[in-house]
């Protein structure tokens, strides 16, 4: 290799790394970790699969209340079984839309959106919760806590289960949960 060939190669790693940088400051410079991928499902799980769910119902039932939601509304109209599923498959579909964007391998907005939606479930879940808890008597106060919290760790459980987490003792003591959710393979999808 000639001189010349040397600095026009030198020249063009330059120009690879710059780009390269320039790129960095455009896209987010963290990657989504399954860790917490896990904990903010398990969230939205808990607050608006459980909580607003278990205190809709509550409340429902004591009379003191009316749901606002019109979609939600409808569905116990039907019956109550059809709330639950309705419920089931806002939170199966915006599982699966979070999923296929932090599974993306490129960094972009996908890792953050893909955290945006079950802590938007969570808020309006929350708010669900406490609304309907100020229409409850306070004796069925820890049953709906313990209610979310059960079914949130169920949630977790089942997010971590469907990316193929170990959930048995040496394997789950030793995983890296900083690892990025889209390093972590579906192992239903292999």
Aim: a positive charge; proline letters at 4%; aromatic letters at 6%.
């Amino acid at each position: 290799m000639t001189p010349q060939q040397s600095r026009d190669a030198r020249d063009e790693r330059r120009a690879v790394e710059e780009t390269a940088n320039k790129a960095d400051t455009l896209t987010p410079g963290w990657n989504l970790s399954i860790g917490i991928y896990i904990i903010v499902w398990a969230l939205a799980v808990g607050m608006y699969g459980a909580g607003d769910t278990v205190t809709t119902i509550y409340a429902l039932a004591s009379g003191v209340a009316v749901e606002t939601n019109p979609i939600i509304r409808a569905a116990i109209n039907i019956h109550p079984v059809v709330m639950l599923i309705v419920k089931l498959a806002i939170l199966g579909g915006l599982f699966k839309l979070a999923d296929s964007m932090a599974s993306k391998t490129h960094l972009s907005v996908d890792d953050q959106i893909a955290i945006l939606i079950p802590t938007v479930l969570t808020a309006i879940g929350g708010y669900g919760t406490f609304v309907n808890l100020q229409n409850l008597n306070g004796s069925a106060i820890p049953y709906v806590l313990l209610t979310i919290i059960f079914v949130g760790i169920a949630g977790g459980a089942t997010v971590a289960l469907y990316k193929g987490l170990p959930l048995a003792g040496n394997k789950l003591r030793n995983y890296q949960f900083s690892k990025p959710v889209s390093s972590v393979g579906n192992e239903s999808s292999r």
